[in-house]
């Protein structure tokens, strides 16, 4: 998956992207740690099988930045900007927290996390693994983003279950 993303403040786990049930412990989500600029890309198998990427604090609010992530053969991998920042061996992807019953673009699983505060763009999630260089043209052609090119914002509070029926299909 991928995304211009802007945050606009450090809402404790705010989320832009989650897939998958939280009563269970089967999810996929990225987000920031607790109220920090630390970035994270994770995915829970199971209560205490926690697989997890992250990017220091080096995130400036307002800013927009180009994130993917990818799961699969070749095992997780995190790109800031089309750079690849972090890597793991674990292989497993969407399939093994199947069925992703909760699937959100600006909310946690999670109720106690705060709602994402900030503005999408471009979001995309692939069924095949683009490579480095495909992340990396997308940083170099929008390095220069403005304000003016984002197409979707989502809102701080309300109700996400259109967003949430969307992702289902």
Sequence with gaps: MEAWVRWDDWANFSQWFAFGNDDQWRAMFINHREGSPVFQYAIYTGRDELHLLALGGDLRLGQWYHLAAVSGPGGMR????????????????????????????????????????????????????????????????????????????????????????????
């Design 78 to 169: 995190l790109y800031l900007n089309g750079v690849e920042v972090d890597h793991n061996s674990y292989e497993g992807s969407f399939a093994g927290i199947a069925p992703g019953e909760n699937n959100y673009l600006g909310r946690s699983n999670w109720k106690d996390n705060a709602y994402f505060h900030g503005a999408l763009d471009e979001v995309r999630v692939w069924s095949v693994a683009r490579s480095g260089e495909e992340k990396r043209a997308v940083g170099a052609v929008w390095a220069s983003r403005s304000e003016g090119r984002c197409l979707f914002a989502m809102p701080t509070e309300g109700d996400f279950t259109g967003i949430s029926r969307m992702m289902k299909r």
